[in-house]
């Protein structure tokens, strides 16, 4: 067994890392370097987009599916626990390991884009379900903003504070730009509904009734019943609180290597 | 050689999947048969359905009435309908668009709740949207119980005349006709496009670089996690401001501008509606229900009754339904068999007595046989947690009139 030196390495070590540094300015290792990173990329990407995928199927499935489900209340914090909790782990691993701001931007693109995939060949061309019933949400914008904060104050700390805030705080007002439509008041059979309400009654889901719905279900409601903004407050805060969680988590998923290192 | 059988093997096994995965046909079914025979006897008693016309055109209306008896043997290990309940229709999704429902006269958009031992007639109007071949069955969504289906009636939809596009208009509150099957989705796809295009716009800044996951990897082991955010650079710093204040500009600005072109909007509606039920017209008849059995082999239900007619016009026993099936009685031809409808058998009941005259109170025996039971899966019925059955009677006046009650009480299983 090699003895351990000053810096904690062994001696093997040591010289390994330092042909290592010295490969970065040989541009045949370069080029086999860029040519791994594709593979990185696309290996990640693939895992990063089934995994997003089903666990936030599993855990606010029904919230992006229907218009119908995306109420003030729920939805708002629902959906950014969701993605955070997925986010925040890999965030960690990566920024510990090569500096690189991406993971929330790509977990959110790449959600958008296989949900789009979804609903057209699930939900339009397989069972008829009308895109303008359908259409998923976006948080992209979210991601963008989180990975900045990250990059911008380089702390993990801050952007937990001011990404993780953001994101939880800004699901609402990021997609009631197309949202909105919506939301307009119709008249049916002498009762009010909002356009969703109605395409939820007309376009008929067999096992999923009217009751399934978490509408305005909670206590919040004080403040002169300024709901949105009381959720967007309340679901930043715990924006925070989870991806603070869950960047703890992803640091001690990191730390795990260790016992990889034993194996090999 | 081994390696070769086993390969043989594993192609055979392959074909004989593919070819089942091409031969399986379509599943039509919503599952009438997979429920618990307790739970279809004991839950609510769908009858009087009719699903009206039954060849129709994309774009032509369909109705589907009935009526429906929620059993006072509800099982207790079920949440019942008495608490939430919503009104559906068995469809295969969006083939139908629903136009109207109502219970009772109550339109309903919503759920509710129907007290047990208790008439509801329920109405539902469709309007075809996908040609097709469709069972279609009346639902009732029961909260934490799942769903309660009545038997299913064949719909053929035929494609329409017209090659335009299905079109769903309504008029919202503000005054303007929307096209539900398009609307918004300009919007949609912009802002989509708009997001998607951000979104990979900062993926390139920071994946198209000389120096990526394993030079990265290398400098950041080699500068330590103290020194390693001097990886990131004055121009990365700099991109990252501007996607940051454009991003929140984007976000804030969108919410402000839909804002200002739908000021009238209104939060997602809910809540249960009220309905006020019908009393079950039992004509006076009072049943009181002695002893039941069911026999396995023979495939029969035999219910032995004391009834007593305190009405003054003779009644006749019509038909036993139960988990919506139908034993009409042959010597008396009231019951009406609607086209195209199932689960009917035409001279599956018999009744020790014929006529119950005004006054009188006799013992009365009923055997509801048929094959069905077996076809249907009710001789699951011995295997329930609390053995007991449930149905309903109709008798008939000497005016044709039609009277109904549930029954229901302890069955004993018969063996041999």
């Known amino acids: 067994m090699s003895e351990v030196q000053a810096n904690g390495l062994t001696e093997a070590e040591t010289k390994g890392r330092a042909l290592d540094l010295r490969s970065l300015d040989n541009p045949k290792a370069m080029k086999l370097y860029r040519r791994f990173d594709g593979i990185i990329i696309l290996v990640l990407f693939m895992f990063l987009v089934l995994g997003v ?62 949900s789009w995939l979804s609903r057209y060949l699930n939900f339009y061309e397989f069972t008829h379900f009308p895109l303008s019933f359908t259409f998923p949400s976006t948080y992209i914008g979210l991601g963008i903003l989180l990975d900045c904060a990250l990059a911008i104050s380089r702390s993990l700390i801050v952007s937990t504070v001011i990404g993780g805030g953001l994101f939880g705080a800004l699901v609402y007002p990021i997609n009631w730009s197309f949202m909105a439509p919506y939301k307009v008041p119709v008249e049916f059979n002498g009762m009010l509904m909002s356009v969703a309400d109605l395409m939820g009654y007309q376009y008929i889901r067999t096992t999923t009734p ?10 919040l409601r004080t403040f002169g019943g300024s709901v949105t903004p009381l959720t967007a407050v309340f679901a930043g805060l715990c924006g925070i609180v989870i991806y603070a969680l869950f960047l703890w988590v992803g640091s001690w998923v990191n730390g795990l290597d260790k016992f990889t290192k034993r194996i090999i | ?54 060849n129709v055109k994309v774009g032509d209306i369909v109705t589907v009435t009935g009526k429906l008896v929620t059993s006072v043997w509800w099982p207790k290990h079920m949440p019942s309908i008495a608490e939430t309940v919503y009104l559906n229709i068995g469809v295969p999704g969006p083939t139908f668009l629903r136009l109207h429902s109502e219970v009772n006269g109550v339109p309903m ?35 934490d119980a799942g769903s309660l289906v009545d038997k299913g009636t064949w719909l053929e939809v035929a494609e329409n005349d017209s090659a335009a596009p299905f079109v769903n208009e309504v008029t919202t509150l503000p005054g303007d006709t929307i096209n539900l099957e398009t609307y918004g989705l300009k919007g949609v796809f912009t802002w989509h496009l708009i997001w998607i295009a951000m979104g990979i716009a900062y993926l390139l800044y920071w994946l198209i670089r000389k120096e990526l996951f394993i030079p990265r990897f290398i400098r950041v082991r080699e500068l330590g996690q103290d020194r390693a955010n001097e990886l990131m650079t004055k121009k990365d710093f700099v991109v990252s401001s501007l996607f940051f204040t454009g991003t929140l500009a984007l976000i804030l600005g969108g919410y402000f501008w839909a804002e200002h072109k739908y000021p009238i909007t209104i939060p997602l509606q809910t809540g ?41 016009s003779p009644l006749r026993i019509a038909e036993f339904l139960t988990a919506n099936i139908r034993f009409l009685n042959p010597e008396i031809n009231e019951g009406e068999i609607y086209e195209g409808e199932e689960m009917v058998s035409k001279d599956g009941l018999t009744a020790s007595v014929d006529i119950i005259q005004p006054g009188q109170t006799v013992e009365v025996e009923l055997v509801a046989s048929d094959a069905l039971w077996e076809q249907y899966r009710m001789t699951g019925l011995i295997h329930d947690p609390d053995s007991r059955f449930a149905g309903m009677i109709f008798y008939y006046d000497e005016n044709g009139e039609r009277f109904f009650q549930e029954v229901g009480g302890a069955v004993l299983p018969n063996f041999f």
């Open chain 2, 109 to 143: 958009m919503r759920s509710t709740a129907f007290p047990l031992g208790k008439v509801y007639e329920y109405k539902t109007v469709l309007r075809a949207r996908i040609a097709g071949r469709y069972h279609v069955h009346p639902i009732l969504n029961v909260k």
């Open chain 1, 53 to 114: 995928q089903i666990q936030f199927t599993l855990t606010a499935g029904d919230w992006d599916y229907w218009i119908d489900w995306r109420d003030r209340r729920w939805w708002p914090l629902v959906a950014p626990f969701s993605l955070l909790l997925f986010i925040a782990p890999f965030t960690y691993g990566i920024w510990y390991r090569v500096r690189l701001p991406i993971l929330a931007t790509a977990i959110t693109t790449l959600l958008c884009l296989v």
């Open chain 1, 210 to 219: 009217e009751y399934l719905r978490i509408i305005e279900e909670s206590t």
């Open chain 2, 272 to 312: 249960l509606v009220d309905v006020e039920p019908i009393d079950i017209p039992t004509g006076g008849l009072v049943v009181d229900v002695d002893h039941a059995t069911y026999d396995l082999a023979g495939r029969s239900l035999s219910m032995q009754f004391t009834m007593t007619n305190n009405s003054d």
């Open chain 2, 1 to 54: 050689m081994n390696r070769l059988i086993a390969g043989k093997t594993q192609l055979r096994t392959l074909l004989v999947g593919l070819a089942l995965v091409l031969l399986a046909g379509d599943a039509l079914a919503h599952g009438e048969r997979a429920q618990l025979a307790s739970m279809r006897m004991r839950t609510v008693h769908w009858f009087d359905t009719k699903v009206e016309p039954q």
